[in-house]
């Protein structure tokens, strides 16, 4: 079966966080391989990136994504004070799409909400599981703020009706009664022009896009866990076994039972 680009959502990960008092530290140019959010407490300084200089002040707030050159530092008469937080994972650059940060649009003006106390999250953090989770569910309530406070501008809200229409057909694949028009319910757009931006995305119908995933996720079962087939064919909301089979055939060019054989040879060849 040829290999699709399906979104497999990871967990939106806290790094790291700090406070920077105000001083003259600089930092770059160089790259992260996280995001880094900052908020700027009092003072103001510079961020260079993408051959822009931006002054930051009070109030406002900076990203650096991934892989972005960056240089940053602060203003020698009146130094920034701030605080910041990195984080990682596929649900982060989900999340900032909502909001109108970007690599080209890395700051935020200032808002009427005070976003500093969200960024403290010495109290939620540690090396146990449970504090773990915490200062990532802090995290995930923080860049909420910044979808409220900086959402996208409808002009680019559009682009996301393809996401959205992915995000109902990944998340429900396996009820055997997901039809399209749920999915054009849930995405709340003409059907027409959904049909259409999402053709043009993917290059599949939104049936036929439904159909290769719930398939690549069997084949992921079949690949892992062992299943019978019937249970495999539920798990992806095929309630009957037969149908599932003529279906996965048409989709990889081998049964099912034959693809979990392939797996099961290839992984005994490896031991």
Not at 17 to 37: C, T
Not at 239 to 264: I, M
Request: aromatic content about 12%.
């Amino acid at each position: 079966m040829k290999p699709m680009n399906f979104h497999m959502q990871e967990d939106l990960v806290c790094i790291n966080y700090g406070y920077k008092p105000s001083n003259l530290h600089r930092w770059g140019p160089g790259v992260r391989d996280v995001y880094a959010l900052h908020y700027i407490i009092s003072g103001k300084g510079c961020l260079e990136t993408n051959d822009t200089i931006y002054t930051i002040k009070t109030g406002e707030s900076f990203l650096i994504c991934p892989q972005m050159e960056v240089f940053y530092y602060p203003d020698p008469g009146d130094p920034w004070e701030y605080i910041w937080i990195e984080f990682k994972g596929e649900e982060a650059l989900r999340l900032l799409r909502m909001t109108q940060l970007s690599p080209h649009n890395p700051v935020t003006s200032a808002s009427n909400v005070n976003l500093e106390p969200l960024f403290r999250i010495e109290e939620s953090t540690g090396m146990q599981q449970f504090e773990k989770e915490r200062a990532n569910a802090r995290l995930h309530l923080l860049l909420s703020y910044y979808i409220e406070n900086y959402p996208r501008t409808n002009n680019t809200i559009k682009t996301d009706y393809v996401t959205l229409a992915k995000e109902c057909i990944e998340n429900n694949y396996w009820k055997e009664n997901l039809t399209v028009s749920d999915i054009v319910d849930y995405v709340k757009i003409d059907r027409t022009y959904l049909f259409r931006r999402f053709k043009e995305a993917t290059g599949m119908s939104i049936s036929g896009y439904l159909t290769a995933y719930r398939i690549q996720r069997a084949c992921v079962l079949l690949e892992t866990y062992g299943l019978s087939i019937k249970s495999i064919a539920c798990s992806v909301g095929y309630k009957d076994q037969l149908y599932f089979s003529r279906v996965f055939k048409k989709v990889t060019t081998l049964s099912p039972s034959e693809y979990a054989k392939k797996h099961t040879d290839k992984r005994e060849k490896e031991l």
